[in-house]
T-cell receptor, first 113, second 112 residues
Framework: AQSVAQPEDQVNVAEGNPLTVKCTYSVSGNPYLFWYVQYPNRGLQFLLKYITGDNLVKGSYGFEAEFNKSQTSFHLKKPSALVSDSALYFCAVRDEGFQKLVFGTGTRLLVSP | DTAVSQTPKYLVTQMGNDKSIKCEQNLGHDTMYWYKQDSKKFLKIMFSYNNKELIINETVPNRFSPKSPDKAHLNLHINSLELGDSAVYFC???????????FGSGTRLTVV
């Protein structure tokens, strides 16, 4: 069964500094990997995905993620954090052969001015 | 034009009542889902329909019954509501083949 781990409940970073939100996954086949962001009292917004191809994926709002097959990781990164990036971030994975998207437990990102 | 729309946005009801949440998508996707987000923000899939056929049915009480009249709509009916059903319910859709999921804005259900 597929699973996702987000080891950090919260990540704190100062505005202007780079940020990383960690994600590792487990699937039996080829992974389809996603990052979503949730602002307070809002739905989930799609940031980026990896299906195949280049291991570095660029997404919305300046975010990017690097797929690392050997480490089964898909960490979310941004070179320079903004206060407005503060939100709850979810990593998700689905197995190539299945429609079920499984989410991690979420990481709260807090960017201080 | 909202891609995935859910109604109502908020729902407050008493224990024991029956309620429905509606979802519609205008993206032409062939698969729709219901997810539940609990008070700790955990997101768990409940059901999935592909072209009106149920393909995923997680361990969800029988009081929850999804209905898909066509591939653009997936409704969720809940019987005999319990306090533990209080959560945010998200509808989502996707196209088979690896596309991303598009989520609705959620329905916050509060059972009192």
């Amino acid at each position: 069964a597929q699973s996702v781990a987000q080891p950090e409940d919260q990540v704190n970073v100062a505005e202007g500094n780079p940020l990383t939100v960690k994600c590792t996954y487990s699937v039996s086949g080829n992974p389809y990997l996603f990052w979503y962001v949730q602002y307070p009292n809002r739905g989930l917004q799609f940031l980026l995905k990896y299906i195949t191809g280049d291991n570095l994926v660029k997404g919305s709002y300046g975010f990017e993620a690097e797929f690392n097959k050997s480490q089964t990781s898909f960490h979310l990164k941004k070179p320079s954090a903004l206060v407005s990036d503060s939100a709850l971030y979810f990593c998700a994975v689905r197995d190539e052969g299945f429609q079920k998207l499984v989410f991690g437990t979420g990481t709260r990102l807090l960017v201080s001015p | 034009d909202t891609a995935v729309s859910q109604t109502p946005k908020y729902l407050v009801t008493q224990m024991g009542n029956d309620k429905s949440i509606k979802c519609e998508q205008n993206l032409g996707h062939d698969t729709m889902y219901w997810y539940k987000q609990d008070s700790k923000k955990f997101l768990k899939i409940m059901f999935s329909y592909n072209n009106k056929e149920l393909i995923i049915n997680e361990t969800v009480p029988n009081r929850f019954s999804p209905k898909s009249p066509d591939k653009a709509h997936l409704n969720l009916h809940i019987n005999s509501l319990e306090l533990g059903d209080s959560a945010v319910y998200f509808c989502a859709s996707s196209q088979s083949g690896g596309g991303g999921y598009t989520f609705g804005s959620g329905t916050r259900l509060t059972v009192v």
